[in-house]
C-alpha cells in the first residue's frame, strides 16, 4: 500500500469532545490512540435526528384511506415497528468501538469487492433521504424568511453540508445542544396538540383489510428507522474499544426509538386536522403566531440535523465501495446531488413519492443487515480490520452478493408501494408488506448456507474468509 491510496481515507480527526477543527479523515480504522467519547452521546446522537417532519408525516397516514388502523391500532404498529427496527440499529452501533470502523466500511469483510453494491446503494440511499428531509427543511424557510424555495433549499444545504464536512465530533456536539433545543420545542408542540389532536379517531378499515392496514403502517414506521442501520457504526467507531456494548446498546435503541414513537404519535393525532403534510399544513395546524414560527425554526434544525447524518454516512459509504475521493469531497457530492432530488419530489403528489422513495431506500438494508449480523456471529465478533484500507487486498466474495441479491427478490413478492404491489402483499397480506423481515431471514439464511458449505463450518477463522 502506497502512502498516497492511504492518504484517501486517513487524515486528522478529533481527540477529544468539544473539538472543532474539521475532520479529514475517511474509512480508515480510527486507532485505539484516538478513541474518546462519554456514552451519552450515543442517546443523543440518534435522538435529535429523528424528530422531524418526514416522521410527523408517517404518523399521519395512519388515518389514510389506503390504511385506515385509527389512532389507538396505530400507537401499536407505531411502538411495534419501530422498535424493531431500532433493535438493529442498536445492534449494530455496539460494533462501532469494537472495530473502530464505520458501518458500510465494515462491510469490506463480509462482501469484498462486491462491497461496491451495499455501498452504492447507501450512498444514492443518503441522498433519497436528504431529498426527503430537504424539502419540509426548505418550505419552513420558504415561510419563515419569505424566501424562494429553491433558496430555502439552498439555505439548508449549505448548513448540513457545513456540518457534514466538518464530521463526526461537529455533528455529535450539534446533536448534542439540538436535543435540547428540539426537545423544548417539540415539548411546546405537544402541549397544543394535546387540547386540538384526535386522539380517539376510529379506524375506518375493517377485517382482513384492518389487519393489511396495520401490518402496512407498522412497516412504514420501522421503515423510518431500519435505514439508520447501514448508518449505525459511523457514530460510534470513535469511542473507546473498552466501552460497554451493553449500554451502547439500549442507549441507542432509546435515543432511535424515543423521539420517532414520539414524533410519528404526534402525527398521527393531528392527521385529521392537518390541511396538507407540508411544513405550511404543520403551522397553520399550530394555528400560525409564535407557536406556529417555533415549528418552522424546529423543521428548520431538524432538517440540518438529519441531513448532515446522511451526507456525512454517504461519504463513508462512497469510500467504501472504491472511490479515492477525500471523505469531505464527497460529502459535499451528496449534497448538491440532494439538491436536484428534492426539487423533484417537489413537484406532483408528495405523499405517493414519499413513500416510494421511504420504502425502496430501505428494503435492501435489512438483508444486508442479516448477512453482516451472521459474519459478525460467524467470527466471534473477532473482526481484523487492518487490511480494510486496500481495495485490490479485498477478495471477490460473491457469497455475500448473491445472498444479499436473493434476500432482496425474496422481499419482493411482499412490498406493497405504489410503483408495485407484491403477489404476497396484494393475495394473502391484504395490503400488507412484510417486505422487511422476509429480506432479513432470507438474506442472512442464504448467506449462513453457502459459508457453510464454504468451508465446512459454521465458524471463521479467519478475519476476512476467503
Do not use: C
Amino acid at each position: 500500500m502506497t502512502i498516497d491510496k492511504k492518504s484517501i481515507y486517513e487524515g486528522s480527526m478529533p481527540s477529544q469532545e468539544g473539538e472543532t477543527s474539521l475532520e479529514m479523515h475517511g474509512m480508515a480504522p480510527i486507532p485505539q490512540h484516538n478513541r474518546y467519547g462519554r456514552l451519552h452521546r450515543v442517546f443523543t446522537v440518534w435522538f435529535t435526528p429523528n424528530l422531524v417532519p418526514a416522521g410527523f408525516f408517517i404518523g399521519t397516514l395512519g388515518t389514510a384511506s389506503f390504511i385506515g388502523v385509527g389512532f389507538w391500532l396505530g400507537v401499536v404498529s407505531i411502538v411495534i415497528g419501530t422498535i424493531a427496527g431500532g433493535l438493529l440499529v442498536a445492534t449494530m452501533s455496539t460494533w462501532g468501538p469494537v472495530t473502530g470502523v464505520g458501518q458500510i466500511p465494515l462491510a469490506r469483510l463480509t462482501f469484498g469487492k462486491t462491497v461496491v453494491v451495499p455501498g452504492v446503494l447507501q450512498w444514492m440511499s443518503t441522498i433519497a433521504w436528504d431529498a426527503i428531509n430537504a424539502i419540509f427543511g426548505a418550505q419552513a424557510i420558504h415561510i419563515l424568511i419569505h424566501v424562494p424555495f429553491w433558496l430555502g433549499l439552498l439555505i439548508v444545504l449549505v448548513m448540513q453540508g457545513v456540518l457534514g464536512l466538518f464530521g463526526y465530533e461537529v455533528m455529535h456536539l450539534f446533536q448534542k445542544w439540538m436535543s435540547f433545543v428540539l426537545g423544548a420545542m417539540f415539548v411546546a408542540i405537544t402541549v397544543k396538540l394535546a387540547s386540538i389532536g384526535n386522539w380517539h379517531a376510529p379506524a375506518t378499515a375493517h377485517g382482513a383489510t384492518l389487519v393489511g392496514g396495520f401490518i402496512l403502517m407498522t412497516t412504514i414506521s420501522a421503515s423510518f428507522v431500519i435505514s439508520w442501520g447501514a448508518y449505525a457504526s459511523d457514530y460510534s467507531r470513535y469511542m473507546k474499544h473498552d466501552a460497554s456494548r451493553q449500554k451502547i446498546f439500549w442507549l441507542s435503541l432509546a435515543g432511535v426509538s424515543l423521539s420517532s414513537i414520539w414524533i410519528e404519535i404526534l402525527g398521527l393525532a393531528a392527521a385529521s386536522l392537518v390541511v396538507n403534510a407540508t411544513s405550511g399544513g404543520i403551522q397553520h395546524l399550530l394555528g400560525g403566531g409564535v407557536l406556529g414560527g417555533l415549528a418552522l425554526i424546529a423543521i428548520w434544525i431538524g432538517t440540518v440535523s438529519v441531513n448532515a447524518m446522511n451526507d456525512y454516512s454517504g461519504s463513508l459509504a462512497l469510500q467504501a465501495a472504491g472511490a479515492r475521493i477525500k471523505r469531505p469531497y464527497i460529502a459535499i457530492i451528496v449534497t448538491a446531488a440532494a439538491f436536484f432530488l428534492t426539487l423533484w419530489l417537489n413537484t406532483g403528489t408528495l405523499a405517493t413519492k414519499f413513500q416510494n422513495v421511504l420504502l425502496f431506500a430501505t428494503y435492501w438494508v435489512t438483508p444486508f443487515a442479516a448477512i453482516q449480523i451472521v459474519d459478525w456471529w460467524r467470527h466471534r465478533a473477532i473482526m481484523d480490520v487492518s487490511d480494510i484500507i486496500e481495495f485490490n487486498s479485498l477478495h471477490t466474495r460473491w457469497d455475500a452478493l448473491v445472498a444479499l441479491i436473493v434476500g432482496f427478490l425474496a422481499a419482493i413478492p411482499f412490498m406493497n408501494t405504489s410503483l408495485l404491489v407484491g403477489f404476497a402483499s396484494s393475495r394473502w397480506l391484504h395490503g400488507g408488506d412484510l417486505a422487511f423481515p422476509v429480506g432479513f431471514v432470507v438474506g442472512g439464511a442464504v448467506y449462513a448456507l453457502l459459508r457453510y458449505v464454504a468451508t465446512k463450518s459454521s465458524r471463521d477463522t479467519n478475519a476476512i474468509a476467503t
